[in-house]
């Protein structure tokens, strides 16, 4: 129990915490409710035609700005098309954005961690100082420094996102492979006579990456905004390729006539975002335990 006290010649109060069987279970069915989300959020990425048989690009004048009912679960848009097709179809795109972002940014922080813990003195030096000046920038500045350079596009976008979180991951792999450099059984393989290269592929490497492939998990969902964000200003997928962040930037202009537009694909990205982060801290919580 919880005690805060009370303002002079007042009594304080007394809070009870919840209880710890309510926590276990709070912990224990969230990433149920986590993959309950996110499940059918990947069926509609991989084979969006079990859930709809519409175009998400065929337009109808005739039925634009209908709003939510029965033949159009979402509505649809200015142009008349299906919300909930052009939502189911934009999963595809979206989560693309995000997994090959982090999937980007992850091997280049795995390469420049190494490089930084293993390199010797210089390498650390050079590394770090690139990774410091890219950390005291806003992530989202940085890809937007990047597009300007390498232009609108997809891939770039990608790319640009990719270069802004790599330098936090460089700093976790640095960090992991110093502490496992020096461990034990490290220094025994190197007693044995084990050359450099089996060292770093067969002990430092798989030990290092451990905590950062749990990471990842939760910074995909940073990544998934971040590339819905570019999207949002014009940057990524192009009109009429369905896609939430597009979608969204679409439906700011009828926010007053037609809040639907926005709305759904926004609850989509906040949906995944959420359902990734339970199931990463979560998945980082049973690794943690685990780490003797």
Known sequence: MTVIPGLPGLPGRALARPPARSRFAVRRWSPVAAWAVLVPILVAAVVP?????????????????????????????????????????????????????????????AVFGLAAALGGRVADQAVMRVADILLSLPQLLVALLVITVLGGGTANVVLAIAIAFTPGYARIVRAEALVVRRSGYVEAARGLGLRRSTLVARHILPNALGPLLVLATVGFGTALIAGSGLSFLGFGTQPPAPEWGAMLSEGRDFLETAWWIGVFPGAAITATVIAVNVIGRSAQRRFTRRTP
């Open 49 to 109: 035609e079990a859930l709809t048989a519409s175009s998400p690009i065929t337009i109808d004048p005739v039925n634009a700005l209908l709003p939510p009912g029965g033949e159009h679960w979402f509505g649809t848009d200015q142009l008349g098309r299906d919300l909930f097709t052009r939502v189911v179809h934009g999963a595809l795109p979206s989560l693309l954005l995000g997994l090959g972002a982090t999937c980007l940014a992850v091997a280049g922080g």
